[in-house]
């Protein structure tokens, strides 16, 4: 009789301590499920990039944005709300059309550059010069009356179009060594032909405004076949515009053979005054420790070049389709599970920056955060981020996440702290445990990142889904354990740079009038 009732309380016993265990493997596994075939990141990619569009800061696509995401968040039952944390300059992208009208009639690939003003329905015609080279700022200053009724090309021309790697592989290596040299030494004297003007890149546009010219043009290759970086104009009458690399050279031959070309530009936009900027946040309640809080994050908002897709729409598509995901098989969570979709990242980690110094309450009990920024690529890299013990816990979480996901994966502990680049750094600032889940590349900083090739086609899919097990997996993780992470910072070393003893970042408040006259 002993001996069986010692053996039906060990049998009870091994069965009571597994089954957290069994419940947890269960659990993981109904999320790797519904992950791989249920998943919606398609359907969400395309009423995100094709329907709703880029996410400029003060444009109404970006207002649409945070329309859907709560539409989309409330129609899996999670509650979700915006969160307005300051002004901006509101604007609104029009038509860009820019025609070669002389010496000969074609097209060009352009658009206009954010915040741009418009040229209105009729557009102008005008005569494309290059700017004006002198031997120092006061030459300069006698030069620039040329320009008036003109439009200026401010940019370098590139002496191929062709990226590296095309050289690379084609080329006899002499051939390719020349090309570089010749790159650099052009490189060199258009930086020379600027710093002439004595105007700052900035600076130069509005002094070329101020002297009469119709616009400007500029084209920032990216080194990618067909690819440019677009980003803001800073002009405040006349229009800026980025034109291709191969339409740009075009126009830039034609004016320095003297063939004088003529284009007509049609660059529509409004200005919409001062405009609200928002955070979307959503929540599954915590059901044992709801004032204790596992972020995912990811900003809302893109450059308008393209549609965003891969800056940061795949990140937020991996962090709604976590949090649907999540809702539907652990709806119950231990702690306190919300979602930040940022604004303004693009401009300076505003939208996370405005939530850490207005939020201080949830930032302090923050268990983790994981971020995810660079691409479309299935993540390669965890840094500790200079947390001390970052690796008992973090090791502890990752350790069961499907291998699949995990084989692809090097980690750095302690790591040191991220001091900018994504929104992970405003909350590393403040102390929070917080960690950027780095992808692969895929040619993103070349082919999508802050180009006008960010679109929905460049998304790897298949890369996208292995993100979404593995920051559902570290969530439900980071919610269930039952220890709380520890904050402990490393003690830095000196920088090799400065040969000074390096500090952790501090927390910097938010731009909260954007492009706006202070009050």
């Known amino acids: 009789m002993i001996k069986k009732s010692l053996t039906a309380v060990l049998v009870l016993f091994l069965s009571v301590s597994a089954s957290p265990v069994l419940a947890q493997q269960e659990i993981i596994e109904k999320i790797v499920k519904e992950a791989e075939n249920n998943s919606q990141l398609e359907i969400l990619a395309h009423e995100l990039l094709d329907v709703v569009g880029p996410r400029l800061v003060g444009t109404p696509q970006m207002a649409n944005a945070h329309n859907w995401a709560i539409q989309k968040y409330e129609g899996w039952g999670i509650p979700a709300r915006k969160e307005e944390w300051g002004k901006w300059k509101g604007w609104k992208r029009g038509i860009t059309h820019v025609d070669l009208i002389s010496p000969r009639i074609q097209s060009l690939e352009a658009r206009q550059l954010a915040w741009s003003p418009s040229t209105g329905k009729k557009g102008v015609t005008a005569e494309v010069i290059i700017l004006p080279e002198a031997e120092d700022s006061i030459g300069f200053a006698n030069k620039i009356k040329s320009v008036k009724g003109k439009f200026v090309m401010i940019s370098m021309p590139q002496p191929t179009g062709r990226p590296d790697d095309n050289w690379e592989e084609w080329a006899t290596p002499e051939s390719f060594e020349k090309m570089k040299r010749e790159r650099d030494s052009l490189d060199k004297l258009w930086d020379a032909r600027l710093e002439r003007t004595g105007y700052g890149r900035r600076e130069l546009p509005k002094a070329l405004e101020e002297a009469g010219a119709e616009g400007i043009i500029t084209s920032y290759w990216s080194r990618g076949f067909g690819v440019n970086k677009v980003f803001s104009a800073y002009t405040e009458e006349i229009p800026t515009i980025d034109i291709s690399l191969e339409d740009y050279g075009l126009l ?196 999508t990142w802050h ?69």
Do not use: C
Request: proline letters at 5%; a negative charge; zero cysteines.
């Open 252 to 447: 830039y031959r034609l004016a320095k053979y003297g063939n004088k070309p003529e284009i007509k530009v049609v660059s529509e936009s409004t200005e919409g005054g001062e405009v609200p900027t928002f955070n979307t946040i959503a929540e599954i309640k915590g059901t044992e420790k709801p004032d204790e809080y596992v972020i995912l994050s990811a900003h809302f908002d893109s450059w308008d070049g393209a549609t965003g897709a891969t800056d940061n729409g795949t990140g937020t598509l991996v962090m709604m389709e976590a949090m649907r995901i999540l809702k539907k098989i652990y709806p119950n969570p231990k702690r306190t599970i919300l979602v930040g979709h940022w604004g303004s990242e693009e401009q300076g980690l505003n939208g996370s920056r405005a939530f850490v110094k207005d939020h201080p309450e949830i930032v302090e009990n923050v268990q983790a955060l994981f971020n995810q920024d660079n691409g479309t690529g299935r993540v390669v890299n965890i840094s500790g981020n200079g947390f001390l013990h970052a690796y008992d816990y973090l090791g502890r979480w990752l350790y069961e996440v499907p291998e699949k996901v995990t084989s692809h994966i090097e980690t750095n502990f302690p790591g040191t702290p991220g001091r900018g680049g994504s929104d992970y750094a405003s909350f590393v600032a403040a102390g929070a445990p917080a960690f950027n889940l780095s992808s692969l590349s895929w040619d993103y900083w070349n082919y």
């Open 451 to 519: 180009t006008n090739r960010d679109t929905y086609d460049k998304i790897v899919f298949d890369d996208v889904r292995n993100n979404v097990i593995l920051t559902a997996v570290l969530a439900y993780m980071a919610s269930e354990d039952p220890e709380r992470t520890s904050r402990e910072k490393i003690n830095l070393p000196v920088s090799r740079r400065t040969g000074e003893q390096m500090t952790w970042p501090e927390p910097r408040d938010a731009e909260r009038r954007g492009m706006l006259e202070e009050k």
